[in-house]
C-alpha cells in the first residue's frame, strides 16, 4: 500500500530552478542561492563530469530532467504528461525499467509538475506513449549508456565488456565484477546534454547517444502490470485536486450570467453582508465570491444580487442550428489528406450518385466534477493546483493573467475530477488566480454542477455533407467529404492564453478564436477522392458557453460517423456486404487486418444490409466501422437490439479490434478500449448539449444524461494486434471515432432505417422508425 | 446561525459548529477533514458523494447535517482498509476497476449494501441496483466485474 502510494506522490520539495547563461557555462540556483558553474560534459566526457552534485536546469535537453537515481538504488522518471486515468504511468514506468534494466518496482513516475518535469504536451492527442513515451524511452536508454560508461571507468573494463542486470552494472563474464547505479550516481544527477529538438509540448524531442533496445529483447514492456493508483482510490486515500487544502486558504465560488454575454452592471454587497467573510470580487465581466467556509462560498454565490446588462440572447433556436451551420458563410476551408483526381469532372460522369447529410450536436465534457482549483500568491510567487490536461500551459496563463514572470509560478497537476481534453480545469485555474490576487489569500474555487456543464468548453456542432459517384457498373469513381462546423479551437487547446480562457474574455482579452476541424483518417482510394472542412464563426464570441474546442477524440467522432455511415450506406445501395465492400477499397495491409480481425471475432457472416428477417417490435442489427488515428487502426462492430415501439436502442456487445503498433501493457489497452466504447456509446446515445436563444439549458445529469450502467454492454470483446516492431501509436482515443457509425449502422441493419443525427435517443428513433 | 452538532463517522464521533443547513458532504470533507467523499453534483444525481447512514446508501451532497442526528454513518474510508479490505474493495483491485476514480464513492457504497442485502444477486438485479449512478470514464463493464466477482467472495 505505502509504495502504492508513493508512486503517485508529488516531490513538493523541489523548488522552481530558474537559470541563466553566461559566458560558456551555466549558473544555476537552486532555493538558497547555491552558484557553481559546470562544463557540458557531452564531449569526450569523462566518468567524473557525467554526474553533479546539484541537480542540472530543467531544461529539456538535460538527461537529469527526465531521470535521475536516487540513493536507494530507485528510480525517478519525471513526465511532462500526465495519466488521466488509463495508466499511463505504469506504461512509462515499463518502458524506463526496461531501457535501464532495474526491475519495474524500483521506477517512480512523478508526472505534471511544472517544478520537476519540462513541457511535453501534458495529456494530448493520445501522445502519452506516442511522444511522451518515446522521449522517456531514449532519455533511460541514454541513462543506461552514461552509467554502464561510468562503471567501465570505475571497473577498469570497456564499456562493450558489461552488462547490466537489475541495476548493477557488471562485467558479462563475472559477475563479481561489479558496481551498483546507486553507488555509481546515486543521489547526484546526470550531467549530459541531450540532442533537443527545439521544441516543447508533444513534439519535444531529445535523444542521447544511445539507441534504444529492440524490441524483440524487451521482458517488462508487453507485460499486464497493475496499476498502483487502484488501491489508493479504492481505499480513499488518494488526493484530487479537489482535496488540496492549505494554511488560510478561502473558498471561492464563481456567478455566471443567466444570458450568455451579459456582464454585471450593479453589484449589491449588502446583499451578502449577513454571510461571515463572504465578499463579491468583481472586475468587468468577471464576478465571483470568497467566504471563510466552502458552504458560505455556495451560500453567497446564490444570495448575492447582481444587476446584468441588457444582453441580446444569442443563441439560434436550437431545432434551427444545423441550418444555422449550413447557411453560415464559412471563415475558413481546408482540403486535407490525399487527395486523388478530379471529383467534380468525375461526378458528371457518374452513372449513380449517392449522397447524404449528417448531423453531430455540441457535447459537454460534462467531468465527473465540476472542476476545481487552488491557487495561493505569496510573495509574488504562485502556487497553483490543478486537474488540468496541461499543467505547464496554465503557469503560462496564469503569469500572463497575475502579471509576475513565468519562472515564479509552480503549477501542481494533481488528478482531476475526470478529464477528457480542454474542459473546465483550465478557467478554474484561471479564476482562482484572480480571486486569489484580489483577497490576498489562498483561494480554491470549484465550480457547481450547473457551471461544469453548462459552462466548459464544448465539442464543436457539425454538418457533413457526403457523396460518392458509382459508374455503371456499380464501381465508386468519386468520394466527396466536407465538414461544415464550429471550429475545434474556437479556444485553444490549453489554458496558456488569456484570450483561451473565461477569466481572460470577462476581463476584456484581446479576442483570438481559431480555425480548425479535420478529415477521416482511412485508407479508401478511390480514383477522384477529396476531402475538406469549413468552419464558421461562434455564436458568440466571448465568453460564451457554446464556446468549442477539444473533447475526447477531438472531431473524431463527429467525422467518422459520417464517414462510416456512408460507407455503409454505399455498400448496402450496391447490395452489397458491408465489410465485402469496404475491403474492396481499403489499402492500407494494417487497416485490412483490423477489420479482418473484427469480423473473425464477432464471427461476422458475409451478407448484405439490412437484415430481411425480422418481423415484430423487436428487431437486432449488426454494424461495422473502422478509422485510423494518428498510427493507430480501429475496427468495430455492434451488435444492438431495438424497440421499433419505444425507439430504444439496447447495444448488447462490442468488438473491437485495436493495432497501436507495439503494445506496451495489453490490459491497460484493453481497460482503455472499453472506457472509450462506453462513453462512445454514451455520447452516440445520449449525449447532446441544450440550449434556448439565452444559454445553456443542459447543466446537470437529468438535461445531459449519459449512459447508464443498465444500458451498458453486457460484453466488450477487444482484439489487440501487437506490433513490437512498429513504435507505439496511441490508444487513449482512437477507439472513440468508430462508436457512433458501428451503432448507427446496427440500426440500419436491423430496422432498414439510417439514422444521420446524433444522439439517437429513443424519441428521435421512434420517429424515425415510424 | 450556526448550532453544535456531533457525527458518529466510522466508530468515531466529531463534534463542531455549522449552519443546520449546510449539507453533510461539506461537514465531512471540511469539518472533519475527510477528503472523501467528492462533490459531484450537490444533486442527488450522481453519487459521488454517496456515504452509508445506518446501512442505507446516502446522498451526503443533498443530506441536511441536522437531518443525520445520532445516526451512523460509514464512508468509503471506513469500508474496509488495505489490511482488511471490503470483498467489493479486493475486487475492484482485482479488477483495476476505476480510471479517474472520483465516481466511486456511489458505486462502493451503493453495491456495498445492496451485496450485504442481496446474496448471489442476478446481473440484472446488480444493473438494477446501481441504475442512476454515474461513471464518466465509462468503466461500466468493469463495474459490473468486479461486483459480480464481490457477490462471489461474499457468497
Known amino acids: 500500500m505505502n509504495k502504492a502510494i508513493t508512486r503517485m506522490e508529488r516531490l513538493a520539495s523541489f523548488s522552481r530552478r530558474s537559470f541563466v547563461k553566461t559566458s560558456g557555462a551555466l549558473v544555476v540556483s537552486i532555493g538558497a542561492p547555491v552558484t557553481f558553474e559546470f562544463a557540458r560534459a557531452d564531449d569526450a566526457a569523462t566518468a567524473a563530469a557525467m554526474s553533479v552534485t546539484v541537480k542540472p536546469a530543467l531544461t529539456p535537453d538535460q538527461l537529469s530532467s527526465y531521470i535521475a537515481v536516487n540513493a536507494d538504488g530507485t528510480i525517478s522518471a519525471f513526465f511532462g504528461k500526465m495519466d488521466m486515468g488509463q495508466g499511463l504511468f505504469v506504461a512509462v514506468g515499463q518502458i524506463v525499467a526496461e531501457e535501464l534494466d532495474v526491475p519495474f518496482d524500483r521506477v517512480n513516475v512523478f508526472m505534471g509538475d511544472t517544478a520537476t518535469s519540462v513541457n511535453q504536451g501534458g495529456a494530448s492527442g493520445s501522445t502519452g506513449l506516442q511522444e511522451g513515451g518515446k522521449q522517456m524511452r531514449v532519455a533511460a536508454a541514454e541513462a543506461r549508456r552514461v552509467l554502464v560508461a561510468m562503471a567501465a571507468d570505475k571497473l577498469g573494463m570497456p564499456a562493450e565488456q558489461l552488462t547490466v542486470t537489475d541495476g548493477v552494472v557488471h562485467a558479462a563474464s563475472d559477475a563479481a565484477k561489479k558496481v551498483s547505479y546507486a553507488e555509481l550516481i546515486g543521489g547526484r544527477y546526470f550531467n549530459i546534454h541531450l540532442d533537443w529538438n527545439g521544441k516543447y509540448g508533444n513534439p519535444l524531442y531529445a535523444p542521447g547517444k544511445a539507441q534504444p533496445k529492440d524490441p524483440k529483447t524487451h521482458t517488462i514492456v508487453g507485460q499486464p502490470i497493475k496499476r498502483q493508483d487502484i488501491a489508493p482510490k479504492v481505499f480513499a486515500q488518494q488526493d484530487f485536486c479537489t482535496d488540496i487544502k492549505v494554511p488560510g486558504m478561502v473558498h471561492g465560488r464563481m456567478i455566471r450570467p443567466a444570458i450568455a454575454g451579459a456582464v454585471p452592471v450593479k453589484v449589491d454587497d449588502s446583499s451578502i453582508k449577513d454571510i461571515p467573510s463572504a465578499k463579491a470580487v468583481w472586475n468587468q465581466g468577471f464576478l465571483g465570491v470568497v467566504a471563510d467556509s466552502e458552504w458560505d462560498a455556495i451560500k453567497a454565490s446564490q444570495q448575492l444580487k447582481v444587476e446584468w446588462s441588457d444582453a441580446k440572447p444569442p443563441f439560434p433556436d436550437r431545432a434551427a442550428l444545423y441550418d444555422h451551420i449550413r447557411k453560415t458563410a464559412s471563415r475558413r476551408r481546408e482540403v486535407e489528406g490525399k487527395q486523388a483526381g478530379n471529383v467534380d469532372d468525375a461526378f458528371k460522369t457518374a452513372a449513380r450518385v449517392i449522397a447524404a447529410e449528417y448531423e453531430w450536436p455540441f457535447q459537454s465534457h460534462a467531468s465527473m466534477g465540476p472542476a476545481c482549483s487552488l491557487v495561493d500568491i505569496k510573495d509574488g510567487h504562485v502556487t497553483c493546483w490543478s486537474g488540468s490536461q496541461k499543467p505547464h500551459f496554465v503557469c503560462a496563463g496564469l503569469a500572463a493573467i497575475l502579471q509576475v514572470p513565468e519562472d515564479n509560478v509552480h503549477v501542481i497537476w494533481t488528478p482531476g475530477p475526470g478529464s477528457y481534453g480542454r474542459n473546465d480545469a483550465d478557467d478554474a485555474a484561471m479564476d482562482a488566480a484572480v480571486l486569489a490576487k484580489a483577497v490576498g489569500k489562498p483561494v480554491r474555487v470549484q465550480y457547481m454542477r450547473n457551471q461544469g456543464t453548462g459552462w466548459d468548453p464544448k465539442g464543436p456542432a457539425s454538418v457533413h455533407q457526403v457523396r460518392a459517384a458509382l459508374d455503371a457498373s456499380g464501381n465508386v469513381i468519386a468520394y466527396d467529404f466536407l465538414s461544415k462546423a464550429f471550429s475545434r479551437v474556437d479556444v485553444d487547446t490549453n489554458g496558456s492564453k488569456p484570450y483561451d480562457t473565461l477569466a481572460g474574455q470577462m476581463l476584456g482579452a484581446n479576442l483570438k478564436s481559431g480555425d480548425g476541424f479535420g478529415i477521416p483518417a482511412e485508407s479508401y482510394e478511390f480514383a477522384n477522392k477529396r476531402t475538406a472542412w469549413e468552419v464558421i464563426p461562434a455564436l458568440l464570441d466571448r465568453a460564451s458557453p457554446l464556446r468549442t474546442s477539444h473533447l475526447r477524440d477531438p472531431v473524431g467522432p463527429q467525422i467518422h460517423f459520417a464517414s462510416e455511415s456512408f460507407m455503409d450506406e454505399v455498400a448496402a445501395a450496391l447490395n452489397m456486404d458491408a465489410i465485402e465492400f469496404r475491403l474492396r477499397y481499403v489499402r492500407d495491409p494494417r487497416d485490412i487486418a483490423v477489420i479482418k480481425a473484427a469480423a473473425e471475432k464477432a464471427n461476422w457472416q458475409s451478407r448484405p444490409s439490412p437484415r430481411k428477417d425480422q418481423t415484430g417490435d423487436k428487431v437486432s442489427g449488426r454494424g461495422i466501422a473502422y478509422a485510423q488515428r494518428n498510427g493507430t487502426r480501429v475496427a468495430m462492430i455492434a451488435e444492438v437490439d431495438i424497440d421499433r415501439r419505444s425507439g430504444k436502442i439496447s447495444v448488447r456487445k462490442f468488438t473491437v479490434a485495436h493495432d497501436c503498433g507495439q503494445i506496451i501493457n495489453p490490459d491497460g489497452l484493453r481497460m482503455t478500449i472499453e472506457g472509450n466504447v462506453v462513453q462512445g456509446i454514451s455520447r452516440t446515445l445520449w449525449e447532446e448539449v441544450k440550449f434556448d436563444n439565452k444559454n445553456v439549458t443542459s447543466v446537470d445529469w437529468l438535461s445531459y444524461p449519459i449512459l447508464d450502467i443498465t444500458e451498458t454492454p453486457e460484453q466488450i470483446d477487444v482484439v489487440l494486434i501487437n506490433h513490437p516492431e512498429i513504435v507505439p501509436s496511441g490508444a487513449g482515443e482512437p477507439s472513440s471515432r468508430p462508436v457512433a457509425a458501428a451503432i448507427a449502422n446496427a440500426v440500419f441493419d436491423a430496422t432498414g432505417v439510417r439514422i444521420r443525427r446524433v444522439p439517437f435517443a429513443p424519441d428521435y428513433v421512434k420517429a424515425a422508425l415510424s | ?155
Not at chain 2, 452538532?5 to 469539518?31: I, K, Q
Not at chain 2, 456515504?51 to 451512523?72: E, F, M, Y
Not at chain 2, 469500508?79 to 456511489?106: F, M, R
Not at chain 2, 442481496?118 to 465509462?138: E, V
Open chain 2, 1 to 155: 446561525m450556526t448550532e453544535k452538532f456531533s457525527l458518529n463517522v466510522n466508530g468515531e464521533t466529531h463534534s463542531f459548529e455549522a449552519d443546520p443547513d449546510m449539507p453533510l458532504l461539506y461537514a465531512l470533507r471540511n469539518d472533519l477533514g475527510l477528503n472523501n467523499p467528492h462533490f459531484g453534483c450537490g444533486l442527488a444525481q450522481c453519487g459521488a458523494c454517496t456515504v452509508q447512514l445506518d446501512g442505507q446508501p446516502t446522498r451526503s451532497c443533498i443530506t441536511p447535517v441536522s437531518a443525520v442526528g445520532d445516526g451512523k454513518i460509514t464512508t468509503l474510508a471506513g469500508l474496509g482498509t488495505p489490511d482488511k479490505p471490503h470483498p467489493l474493495q479486493t475486487a475492484y483491485v482485482e479488477e483495476q476497476v476505476p480510471q479517474c476514480g472520483y465516481c466511486i464513492n456511489g458505486w462502493i457504497m451503493t453495491a456495498a449494501a445492496f451485496l450485504r442485502d442481496n446474496k448471489k444477486p442476478t446481473d440484472k438485479q446488480i444493473k438494477d441496483a446501481l441504475s442512476g449512478l454515474k461513471c464518466r470514464c465509462g468503466t461500466h463493464v468493469a463495474i459490473l466485474r468486479a461486483v459480480k466477482r464481490a457477490a462471489a467472495m461474499m457468497g
